[in-house]
């Protein structure tokens, strides 16, 4: 069974820094893309980070390209999300995602954890 489990969400005032976290268990993580998404209230699911199995490729959207950064860890199971410069219309809860189909974009087919809160007022 897919599990993802995220952590590291909070309360960060606007411009500050947080690092996301999920640890990943019930695949053979090395052989599968991943991507974050989140999801803000009232707002449908985006997209807003995806990584190749082997970190040799990652995408952003333009709304956070050059203030998040995803990695990962194989030797850990674990992806991450650095996000930087955050601003206020970022608050939302993140999800870590499985990508059984691309690594860009949503697709409700992907597996996905339980989600990490991330606010960001002032």
């Known amino acids: 069974e897919v599990q993802l489990v995220e952590s590291g969400g909070g309360l960060v005032q606007p411009g500050g820094s947080l690092r996301l976290s999920c640890l990943a268990s019930?695949?053979?993580?090395?052989?599968?893309?991943m991507k974050w998404a989140r999801q803000a209230p009232g707002k449908g699911l985006e997209w807003v980070a995806g990584?190749?199995?082997?970190?040799?490729?990652?995408y952003y959207p333009d709304s956070v390209k050059g203030r998040f950064t995803i990695s990962r860890d194989n030797a850990k199971n674990t992806l991450y999300l650095q996000l930087d410069s955050l601003r206020t219309d970022d608050t939302a809860m993140y999800y870590c995602?499985?990508?059984?189909?691309?690594?860009?974009?949503?697709?409700?087919?992907?597996?996905r954890g339980q989600g990490t809160q991330v606010t960001v007022s002032s």
């Open positions: 990584i190749s199995s082997h970190s040799t490729r990652t």
């Open positions: 019930g695949f053979p993580f090395e052989d599968w893309g």
């Open positions: 995602v499985k990508s059984d189909t691309r690594i860009t974009g949503i697709d409700t087919r992907d597996p």
